[in-house]
């Protein structure tokens, strides 16, 4: 039978009891995984239309004169009925969600023959999900309240369907006590380009967790999206990156390969409630200064401690302006400090000290961005490094005080292994900046003369283990030639290690001494003439 490309409602309308009746509209299934695993949560069930002679009728198009005819209810029943009974023979704990009519649940008797329907089959009610979409006119709301407590009872779940488009929101979340939460798909579309719709996607799935419920985003396409939504703290992603809507023998298929979740989320991500007053009590507890400026330069949030390091109190500075915070100078330079880090990203780390003030800090600015990498503000962190710069200066006074007594004093100090090759010899003041300990000792022995060696005397002393002094020429560092006094004895390590620790003495005056008395004792021993 040959296929018309079109359809009309009228055409619709006469076709659509009979398709309805004989269970012509049958069900598919599209998958909602996890966004941290990407296992399946569950199953949205759809509805499907095949018209022999319109082919596949989209649901836009049959669902609203169904509504009219008011065989939305039935065709609800039926694609649950059918639904669940193909459901119970998969393997796995996911979860089916249907989209039911505000006309069945303001019916008391149609919500038991909804009730009726699923228990039909063996798919346990404790995996069945209804959704009510937020859009749609619930004119008995007392009705539906009662419908959705009778379905509870018997462990069913409820969800808040195209989350973030209605009116009514709020006062249903508190009303129904919803399970679940679903992000309408406008908002998600325009999630990587449009900051507004992420600020709202955002705030929805804080509501959600602050009401300690999964969320679920709803036609998410694109990997950028569930990237996004991850970031944000998003439960389940449904959409055509993680499956389009399938027949049942395609799931069956499905589930027998991919990883299932479980039907309810392990644990929830901590509210925002939590999150703020985790937040809150580690600002004000930190022993540095936090504090956090805004695109506009302004700061949105500073603990104690970096209202302490600024020198105003904290209702002084958040908020304002950072030309309202500090002088005019040293705002300039924050403002363009800041502006550099947004622009380059890079981190930057300075020591600022206040005008007239003795206290120096490290500041480290940090550039924010949000879930697509745009910058929204600069993390500062500053610490206190007075003591420590009170230390460092110390430090220095006290080594050039040590390099000038090393200049003015004889010895140099030096280490051997067991095998009598050094290993050590301390520095001294007149050799280059980095000098390698290689390089130090081949200096050491450059300086000494030729007819001094006395390698053989010092390997004799090690293998003896006796202790060891020697003397020898050496051009000191004054480029003058010096008699050096060489001292070493070993020591033994509780390892069983041994080495050598040993001395180099400038001996040049008691050697030019000795020579002196050595004089005056030969002259001193001829007879006078």
């Known amino acids: 039978m040959a296929t018309t490309p079109f359809h009309t409602a009228d055409a619709l309308r006469q076709r659509i009891a009979d398709a309805v009746c004989h269970e012509k509209i049958y069900p598919a299934y599209q998958p909602i995984v996890c966004l941290r695993t990407r296992a399946i949560h569950g199953l949205e069930v759809l509805a499907r239309w095949h018209d022999p002679d319109f082919g596949a009728v989209p649901p836009k198009d049959f669902i609203p004169i169904a509504l009219q005819a008011s ?12 639904a669940c009974a193909e459901a119970g023979t998969w393997p796995g704990r996911f979860c089916l969600a249907f989209n039911v009519p505000p006309s069945l649940l303001q019916d008391a008797p149609a919500v038991r023959l909804l009730l009726e329907a699923m228990a039909e089959s063996s798919f346990p009610l404790d ?3 209804i959704e009510m979409t937020e859009d749609e006119l619930v004119e008995d709301e007392p009705a539906a309240e ?3 407590g009778y379905l509870k009872s018997h462990g069913i779940r409820v969800a808040l369907d195209d989350f973030g488009t209605g009116f009514s929101s709020m006062v249903r979340l508190s009303r129904f006590g919803f399970d679940e939460l679903k992000i309408d798909g406008s908002l998600i579309q325009r999630l990587t380009t449009d900051r507004e ?12 967790h602050s009401l300690d419920v999964p969320v679920v985003a709803e036609w998410v396409e694109t990997e950028a999206q569930a990237d996004v939504l991850r970031e944000l703290g998003c439960d389940y992603a449904q959409g055509w990156l993680t499956g389009r809507p399938m027949p049942g023998d395609a799931v ?25 007053h985790q937040l809150s009590s580690l600002y004000n507890s930190a022993p540095v200064g936090l504090a956090f400026l805004d695109l506009d330069m302004r700061y949105a949030a500073a603990n104690t401690q970096f209202a302490r390091m600024v020198g105003r109190p904290p209702c002084e ?13 040293i705002a300039a330079w924050i403002v363009q400090a800041s502006q550099r880090i947004l622009d380059s990203g890079d981190t930057s780390r300075i020591e600022f000290r206040f005008p007239g003030r003795e206290e120096t800090f490290l500041v480290v600015g940090s550039r924010v961005t949000d879930e697509t990498a745009q910058p929204i503000g ?37 280490v051997s292994d067991a095998a009598g090759t050094l290993t050590y010899i301390s520095p001294v003041p007149q050799e280059p900046e980095g000098y390698s300990m290689e390089a130090r000792m081949a200096a050491w022995y450059a300086r000494m003369d030729e007819s001094d060696r006395v390698r053989a005397e010092w390997l004799a002393a090690v293998h003896t283990r006796d202790a060891f002094e020697t003397r020898f020429r050496l051009r000191w560092f004054d480029e003058r030639w010096r008699w050096v006094s060489s001292r070493a004895t070993p020591r033994t390590a509780p390892d069983g290690t041994r080495s050598w620790f040993g001395v180099f003495t400038d001996i040049s005056r008691q050697v030019e001494l000795e020579e002196r008395l050595a004089r005056i004792e030969t002259a001193s021993s001829f007879p006078s003439p």
């Open 71 to 82: 065989l939305l209810p039935l065709l609800t029943l039926n694609l649950v009925r059918r």
């Open 127 to 129: 995996r069945i999900c």
């Open 146 to 148: 009662r419908a959705f």
């Open 197 to 208: 719709s992420r600020k709202v996607v955002s705030a929805i799935i804080g509501l959600g």
């Open 252 to 276: 069956a298929q499905l589930l027998a390969t991919a990883p299932v979740h479980a039907a309810s989320p392990a644990s929830q991500p901590m509210s925002p409630y939590l999150r703020q």
């Open 317 to 329: 500075i958040v908020g304002s302006h950072v030309r309202q915070v500090y002088a005019p100078d």
């Open 378 to 414: 600069i993390s500062v962190v500053s610490i206190d490094i007075t003591d420590r710069k009170r230390v460092e200066e110390e430090l220095r006074a006290r080594e050039a005080t040590y390099r000038a007594v090393v200049e003015l004093g004889p010895n140099v100090l030096w």
